[in-house]
């Protein structure tokens, strides 16, 4: 049996894929509201103007993708019960943090503003809805140097930890058996892209990440499957990082 964590995963996504594909197909026009889009909680106060040019919360939110400019997939934010699981993101090897928290789409480092939403594949009919990619995206922003660190942790973790290691959230855990570059992301001023392996009695589940850094923001994409296999979410990393600039 999975674990209690791979199969709340792959719950979670259905769940998500079933409820936005049906809003979908009830619609013929896309909403033009940023429906998908809900600041999280910034990592850090900020009492005057900051060093560089990073953004608030409510700025960072204007940035994100929305329903219109991605057609093929339907937008909602994300639920405070997701976001309180990702702030739990951990690890049993310190050095693979920053790559757990990417694929949590919890923030690496300390940002000044953070939001997220998330993106669900529109099958072509409901019986390909097993096989959507849901993909969760996340955006923070930082002073002076942070986003270029925040960028160069996730990148020497995902080196680091290229054999495995175990993950947790909220309680539960989840053994990552391995991580592989992914197919190569071109996009703002640098941009990396992992998928993650997971070996759960004799069943594979794979996440695909991609890392996006554009100044003083970093974007994170996070990609899960109900099928197990997710697909790395190129239209929704083209878009989004377009919007950053």
């Known amino acids: ?3 209690t964590l791979v199969r709340r995963t792959v719950l979670t996504a259905s769940a998500v894929s079933l409820a936005l594909l049906s809003t979908a197909c009830g619609s013929d026009k896309a909403d033009d509201k940023v ?3 809900t600041p999280t909680p910034s990592g850090a106060a900020t009492s005057a103007a900051p060093a560089a040019k990073a953004k608030t919360d409510a700025e960072l939110v204007a940035l994100l993708v929305t329903q219109a400019e991605l057609p093929t997939h339907a937008v909602r934010a994300a639920t405070p019960a997701e976001l309180a699981a990702a702030a739990s993101a951990g690890s049993d090897k310190p050095e693979c943090l920053p790559l757990v928290k990417a694929q949590s789409s919890a923030p690496v480092g300390t940002p000044v503003g953070r939001a997220g939403t998330k993106a669900v594949a529109v099958p072509k009919s409901a019986g390909d809805i097993l096989g959507a990619t849901v993909t969760s995206i ?15 942790s996730v990148k020497a973790a995902a080196t680091a930890c290229a054999g495995g290691y175990t993950g947790s959230q909220a309680g539960d855990s989840l053994k ?3 991580v592989v570059p992914g197919a190569p992301v071109t996009a703002g001023d640098e941009a990396l892209a992992y998928t993650a392996t997971a070996d759960v009695d004799g069943e594979k589940a794979s996440t695909e ?7 003083s923001i970093i974007a994170t994409f996070s990609a899960v499957s109900p099928s197990g296999s997710a697909e790395q979410p190129k ?4 878009i989004q990082a377009k919007k950053l600039g």
């Open 1 to 3: 049996m999975r674990s």
């Open 235 to 238: 239209a929704v990393v083209e």
């Open 138 to 152: 996340a955006l923070a922003s930082y002073e002076g140097k942070g986003a270029e660190a925040a960028f160069a």
């Open 176 to 178: 990552i058996s391995k």
């Open 35 to 37: 429906g998908g889009a």
């Open 209 to 215: 990440l991609v890392v996006v850094r554009k100044g």
